[in-house]
């Protein structure tokens, strides 16, 4: 093949490519439907992320942005989806406004406006501005939402005490990026995610001010043991250890109530089952029966293939194939 010839070809398989790989992004990037409950939306416009490096961290994926209509209503639909649950915890918790109140649509979920709802679904969190959808709507557009996917959620985002906690400021950390973001004063380094650590961060009402509480989960107690005493030699640091976690305050106005809520701070051990569960009704009794029955078929087959056997030879001596006696077949064997 000449030379020329090969380069035209090269450039028109690259080209190629290119187009395929354009058209496959193009598949993979859409999100929302055309159809939302009784509104119908227009066509859905790419999103970019507000914050790259910290969205990145969260396994951010895409985002889309669609308006829909319906009669005289209009309804404003975003959504963000990330590589899993987690991230999506993450994102949900950074993009939750100081004055949303909980809503009980989802187990994430907060309306920031009478007419807005923000909620986190699997690895997608999604805002809706204009129409709140009733959970038959919500439940119809999360299953058309492709690459959907439903870990556990980590046990670490419930460890934060409750008491004086300040509405919405928990965030989620999983690197160094959400932890310059969220809590600048504990370095990456310190943290240590290169063994495995991930954060919950959460603000407390005290009487000399706020305080930052910031627990780390470690793959092991023998980790956060280790981390623990890196802690506690930083100036102005307390920390606390439980099972794989370590709780840190950093420069506390008042001591004392940095105590009161380490000392709330407790390690609650989680199991994740991912297979299917047995049915209600599987049982000892149940099993004994199961074994029961089996045992009847097996010796109702024995039963079976006896009369078969005992007919068919039955059969062959009325034929006159086999002799009545030709049952046996004896072989005499005498020692000399």
């Known amino acids: 093949m000449p030379v020329r010839l090969g380069k035209e070809v090269q450039e028109m398989l690259r080209s190629v490519s290119l187009a395929l790989l354009l058209l496959t992004a193009g598949a993979q990037a859409a999100i929302l439907p055309e159809q939302i409950g009784e509104f119908t939306c227009a066509q859905p416009t790419t999103q970019a992320p507000a914050d790259g490096a910290l969205y990145s961290e969260f396994g951010f994926q895409a985002a889309e942005r669609v308006t829909c209509t319906a009669a005289a209503k209009k309804l404003t639909v975003e959504a963000w989806r990330t590589q899993d649950s987690t ?23 907060a309306q920031t406006a009478p007419d807005a709802l923000l909620l986190a679904t ?18 119809a557009l999360t299953a058309k939402l492709p690459q959907m996917e439903h870990s556990v959620l980590p046990n670490l985002a419930e460890s934060l005490p409750p008491e004086n906690l300040i509405a919405n400021s928990q965030r989620y950390v999983l690197g160094p990026v959400s932890l310059q973001r969220f809590e600048p004063r504990i370095s990456p380094s310190l ?15 005290t009487p000399a001010g706020e305080v930052t509480l910031t627990i780390f989960n470690y793959p092991t107690p023998g980790i956060a043991r280790d981390r623990q005493a890196e802690f506690l030699k930083q100036s ?56 029961f029955v089996l045992a009847g078929l097996i010796v109702g087959a024995s039963l079976l293939a006896g009369l078969w056997l005992g007919s068919f030879k039955v059969i ?17 064997i005498r020692d000399k």
Do not use: C
């Not at 051990?269 to 297979?275: G, K, L, P, T, V």
């Not at 030709?326 to 005499?332: D, G, P, S, W």
């Open 316 to 332: 062959l001596t009325k034929l006159g194939w086999q002799q009545k006696h030709e049952t046996f077949t004896v072989l005499r």
């Open 87 to 109: 991230g999506a915890l993450a994102l949900f918790q950074s993009r939750r406004p100081p004055g949303a109140a909980p809503s009980d649509v989802e187990k994430l979920a």
């Open 191 to 205: 943290a240590a995610f290169s063994q495995g650590a991930e954060g919950q961060i959460g603000r407390y009402k």
């Open 122 to 139: 699997g690895n997608y969190v999604l805002q809706f501005t204009g129409h709140i959808p009733s959970s038959e709507e919500l439940a």
């Open 236 to 291: 102005g640091v307390l920390a606390k250890r439980d099972g794989p976690l370590v709780a840190v305050i950093v420069q506390a106005g008042d001591p004392d109530a940095a105590e009161r809520i380490l000392a709330q701070v407790q390690y609650k051990a989680a199991i994740s089952w991912s297979q299917v569960q047995p049915k209600k009704g599987t049982n000892m009794g149940n099993l004994i029966l199961t074994a």
